[in-house]
């Protein structure tokens, strides 16, 4: 994702800020690959290096116009993108089938294949019509809280109780 933000600004996406928060395997290979890139991350670029308190994340999540989180494995809960939809955030999320057959595709137009061939497109498209976006990422919001309540989850396991 580093690199590719970094590609993608040297490319002309000029705008593009990259905010990681969390201490993942992969945080020495993150801040390499910053570092690698730096003459064209400076300033667009920040790593937390560690986990945040819960209490913290809305207001990184209000800070955020996309929510990011393009890859897992098949079977990984899509949790996180229930939170980004929840926040009316557009979502580059995985193209997994814990997320391709549980959330209705017309809230998730930017499912990246996990090979990440089609990341970079859509962080442009994004890029480009994040207006229109932002438009529709309300209505993954208004799908969220229709839907996926905790008394609508109450109501489904009760249902396949009776």
């Given at each position: 994702v580093v690199a590719c933000m970094a590609r993608l600004r040297r490319e002309g996406l000029?705008?593009?800020f990259l905010l990681l928060v969390g201490a993942g395997e992969d945080l020495d290979r993150v801040r390499r690959c910053a570092h690698d890139n730096a003459a064209i991350l400076?300033?667009?670029?920040?790593c937390t290096g560690r986990w945040l308190p819960l209490d913290q994340m809305p207001s990184f999540l209000a800070a955020f116009d996309v929510g990011i989180f393009p890859y897992s494995n098949p079977y990984g809960s899509p949790q996180?993108?229930?939170e980004y939809l929840a926040c009316g955030l557009p979502v580059l999320g995985p193209?997994?089938?814990?997320v391709n057959t549980q959330i209705d595709r017309r809230h998730l137009p930017f499912?990246?294949?996990q090979d990440g061939s089609n990341?970079?497109?859509?962080?442009?498209r994004i890029y480009d019509e994040l207006e229109q976006v932002k438009?529709?990422?309300m209505e993954g919001r208004r799908y969220v809280a229709d839907h996926f309540t905790?008394?609508?989850n109450l109501e489904r396991i009760l249902d396949l109780i009776r």
């Amino acid at each position: 994702v580093v690199a590719c933000m970094a590609r993608l600004r040297r490319e002309g996406l000029d705008r593009l800020f990259l905010l990681l928060v969390g201490a993942g395997e992969d945080l020495d290979r993150v801040r390499r690959c910053a570092h690698d890139n730096a003459a064209i991350l400076d300033g667009w670029f920040q790593c937390t290096g560690r986990w945040l308190p819960l209490d913290q994340m809305p207001s990184f999540l209000a800070a955020f116009d996309v929510g990011i989180f393009p890859y897992s494995n098949p079977y990984g809960s899509p949790q996180k993108i229930y939170e980004y939809l929840a926040c009316g955030l557009p979502v580059l999320g995985p193209d997994v089938p814990a997320v391709n057959t549980q959330i209705d595709r017309r809230h998730l137009p930017f499912l990246v294949h996990q090979d990440g061939s089609n990341f970079a497109e859509h962080v442009r498209r994004i890029y480009d019509e994040l207006e229109q976006v932002k438009v529709q990422a309300m209505e993954g919001r208004r799908y969220v809280a229709d839907h996926f309540t905790w008394g609508h989850n109450l109501e489904r396991i009760l249902d396949l109780i009776r």
